[in-house]
């Protein structure tokens, strides 16, 4: 009998143990949840730092061959200039001064807007007409924009001034670039220019490391992944300088460019037949680093804008 | 040399050792190699697993290494679900003994060499033994079907309670025979392109290129080939899962036809993407989607009703609190199917509800966000498989009592919370923009990893327990060794 109630009063201090058990799962698991509810500062303070990359800079490409793509295919182009770093916000703010001065772009509702001229339309599964007349180039009132409007003219959100643009669409990225009469760089030229002459993945190299580029949870002094996650870093940011106590490798492409691998993705120049979508290239903040490889590409639709898409120009 | 003799021969000789190998490969390769993306490679284990094993790896090879990673892991399902079905059906002894030598040299070959290649330096020789490995498990299958031609009047049946036509023709075993043909059949729509494009060099991954209006041949072989055989792999599951729990009567008789209809429905479908019917061939898969589908929700209603009719027959008049209670009293037999039923949220479900708002939601987002819900939803649908797999084992292995509760309710909580945290995740763009989302992207990877890295640990437990268990004299494995799986099929 005794024996009994021992193995009796045993069994329900092993349930009771597993009820705590229990509890403290679901509490752990109700905690998670509650915590994945948290608003995001999307004005957190952001580390200022100055990297000597002048975006002003252009990269002069040679005309010839070179490995394109991931099973090395070969391609060629004719010379061209290529920017060595994205446009910054404050390039894209002094655009738009001057742009909502002549017409080139204008107001429309809580979105800036500008004249695209079409495309040619075929009818393709999944086709969508992009036809003459205005298109949003950047929404005004997202939180995530950082250039600011007040009612007169646009400003930089202290802090950002040397970050790339973002939330702005391939229409504004496009309008951009033909307003200056350069023009978003082709596939092709994108690639080239990062890569090179030879089959590199990267424009530094082979491998990839922390210190190389911006990329998810890359641990730069940019981001805070508990809490609002990966950020731009300024353009041109892995030169090789430290930065208080981060030390970046220099990972420039062979031929100058910065940040050709991460930060913000980059929309290129190039309407393909039957599609409406536009491709990007060079991974992001918020990719892992095998999006970062320079042949990886991404695509969208034109007027789909984030904080992880940018642009440079080519002429 | 009588104690490894024993062991082996359990290991490589019956149903119940083998399909314990396969189990415990696929559950290390899962462990290890599961290291080396996602939070893992966040948090820097990535690194630290390169470095301990001393792998090669290079990251312009990604695609074809991730290629040789998913081949190795699916051979070694096929492999269980070949075992499964020459310990459940009526298969000659040659057949039997001959599709599982066959199979077993032919996953075991695919896995560690297919790895070692790619993973551990470019040993070229490995990566003829991969291919030799695959041709194996292709020739297995051909055996099989060999074995298990339903028009043998040895299979016949006449028992009123199971699917067959006036001649006797077992229309449960003609199911399994017509996924097993057309799975051969599809393993080609993989096989052709993979030598066309030269054995790898030019790797690429269907999700990358989904977008693009205008697809080579090929290209649309290899999208074809990777839907048809996880699909395959879900309908023969869910004929196993039905013979193991012997399923019978009015819903066996209408749900056999059905399968086998869209068994075959299906894979022309999937086929045709590779011939001029492309341009309808979503609408034909559709259409073999559906029967298949539906006789699924048959076993389940059975099934269902089958554990509430046990679990309840000392009632005379049960509530629906008893009834529930009855339903749920097993779950290892009510977990299978609930999986089959959880999967319409999180694979079909999805899939249904992109096909009908593509171009106006998914096709909006960039490529990259319809990509996690591609590679999401049919990682989702694989692992379901997995744990379905596992209840079966936990049965099969003779589970009882409060470890056969633990084991069951852990196996479906884990994996639930993980696959919903999935399902939450490929649809996080619906209700939260990307700025905001880190803390909802870190609670889901939360939750994620703690339903998989669990499950992990769970199956770690049964394996350590399975081993130990080799070491002694009168283990469980003694026993196992000689019951085959159609002598515990549910009466």
């Given at each position: 009998m005794r024996s009994l109630l021992n193995i009796m009063s045993l069994r329900a201090k092993r349930s009771n143990l597993l009820a705590r058990w229990d509890c403290f799962v679901a509490v752990l698991l109700a905690m998670t949840m509650l915590a994945s509810c948290a608003p995001v500062d999307l004005n957190a303070p952001m580390p200022v730092f100055d990297?000597?990359?002048?975006?002003d800079t252009w990269a002069q490409i040679p005309a010839g061959e070179f490995h394109f793509g991931q099973h090395e295919d070969v391609e060629t182009t004719d010379a061209y200039e290529i920017m060595i770093t994205d446009v910054t916000t404050a390039q894209y703010a002094d655009f738009l001064n001057a742009a909502l001065a002549d017409g080139y772009v204008q107001l429309d509702g809580e979105q800036l807007v500008g004249f695209y001229p079409g495309d040619e339309f075929r009818g393709v599964k999944h086709e969508e007409k992009i036809e003459a007349g205005d298109w949003i180039f950047i929404p005004l009132n997202?939180?995530?924009?950082?250039?600011?409007?007040n009612g007169t003219s646009f400003t930089v959100q202290?802090?950002?001034?040397?970050?790339p643009m973002t939330m702005v669409s391939w229409f504004g990225a496009w309008g951009y670039c033909g307003y200056y009469d350069w023009r978003l760089p082709t596939e092709l030229e994108w690639e080239k220019a990062g890569r090179?002459?030879?089959?590199?993945?990267f424009p530094w190299g082979d491998e990839i490391a922390r210190e190389n580029a911006n990329f998810y949870s890359s641990r730069d002094p940019f981001e805070d992944m508990s809490s609002f996650g990966s950020r731009t870093s300024p353009v041109g940011f892995y030169n090789g300088q430290k930065y208080g106590d981060y030390q970046t490798l220099?990972?420039?492409?062979?031929?100058?460019?910065?940040?050709?691998?991460?930060?913000v993705w980059q929309w290129t120049g190039d309407v393909y037949d039957g599609m409406h979508y536009r491709f990007m290239r060079g991974g992001s903040k918020d990719t892992y680093d095998m999006d970062l490889r320079l042949w990886v590409r991404n695509n969208a639709t034109p007027t789909y804008y984030s904080p992880g898409v940018g642009f440079r120009c080519a002429r | 040399m009588q104690f490894i003799k024993t062991r082996f021969n359990y290991l490589f000789n019956s149903t119940k050792g083998l399909i314990l190998v396969a189990i415990a490969m696929v559950a290390v390769v899962t462990a290890v190699f599961g290291m080396l993306s996602g939070p893992m490679a966040e948090m820097g284990v990535r690194e630290v697993v390169i470095k301990a094993l001393g792998m090669d790896i290079v990251q312009a090879e990604r695609e074809g290494r991730i290629i040789i990673l998913y081949h190795s892991i699916a051979m070694a399902i096929v492999a269980i679900e070949v075992y499964m079905i020459n310990g459940l059906l009526k298969i000659k002894p040659f057949f039997k003994t001959a599709v599982n030598a066959i199979i077993t040299v032919g996953y075991l070959t695919t896995m560690i060499f297919g790895m070692g290649f790619a993973y551990f330096g470019h040993n070229w020789a490995f990566h003829g033994l991969y291919i030799f490995g695959l041709s194996l498990i292709f020739f297995a299958g051909v055996l099989l079907c060999i074995a298990l031609w339903?028009?043998?009047?040895?299979?016949?049946?006449?028992?009123?309670?199971y699917a067959h036509t006036k001649s006797g023709l077992d229309l449960e075993r003609t199911a399994f025979f017509a996924t097993a043909v057309t799975t051969v059949i599809s393993a080609l729509f993989g096989a052709v392109p993979g030598s066309f494009f030269g054995n790898g060099f030019e790797v690429f991954l269907a999700e990358n290129i989904i977008r693009l209006p205008e697809k080579t041949t090929m290209e649309y072989s290899v999208i074809g080939h990777l839907h048809i055989m996880l699909a395959l792999i879900c309908i023969m599951i869910t004929l196993i899962i039905g013979r193991w729990l012997n399923f019978k009567g009015g819903w066996h008789k209408a749900a056999m036809p059905l399968m086998i209809l869209g068994t075959i429905v299906l894979n022309l479908g999937v086929w045709g993407v590779v011939t001029p019917l492309e341009p309808i061939a979503h609408m034909i898969i559709y259409v073999g989607a559906t029967p298949s589908m539906l006789a699924a929700l048959f076993l389940l209603i059975w099934s269902w009703g089958k554990l509430i009719r046990e679990g309840t027959a000392n009632i005379a008049r049960p509530t629906f609190g008893q009834k529930l209670r009855a339903l749920l009293r097993d779950p290892l037999r009510f977990g299978p199917t609930w999986q089959m039923l959880f999967m319409n949220f999180t694979t079909s479900g999805i899939g249904i509800f992109m096909a009908v708002r593509l171009d106006e939601i998914f096709r909006v987002w960039p490529a990259r966000e319809e990509r996690i819900e591609l590679t999401g939803h049919w990682h989702v649908l694989s692992a379901i498989v997995a744990t379905i797999i596992l209840f079966y084992y936990g049965d099969m292995i003779g589970l009882k009592g409060r470890v056969r509760q633990w084991y069951g309710w852990l196996i479906i909580v884990l994996s639930d919370i993980a696959f919903a945290s999935v399902t939450a995740f490929e649809m996080k763009r619906l209700f939260i923009t990307e700025a905001e989302q880190q803390p909802l992207v870190n609670g889901l990877m939360y939750a994620i990893d703690f339903g998989l890295g669990m499950l992990l640990v769970l199956l770690a437990v049964v394996m350590v327990w399975r081993l130990i268990d080799l070491f002694k004299n009168k283990g469980r494995w003694t026993e196992e060794q000689t019951h085959e799986l159609a002598q515990e099929v549910n009466q």
């Open positions: 990297t000597r990359i002048d975006p997202d939180p995530s924009q950082r250039v600011k409007f202290p802090g950002y001034e040397n970050h090179g002459a030879d089959e590199r993945p220099a990972s420039a492409s062979p031929y100058g460019l910065y940040d050709m691998a991460g930060n | 339903p028009w043998n009047k040895e299979y016949h049946v006449t028992d009123k309670d």
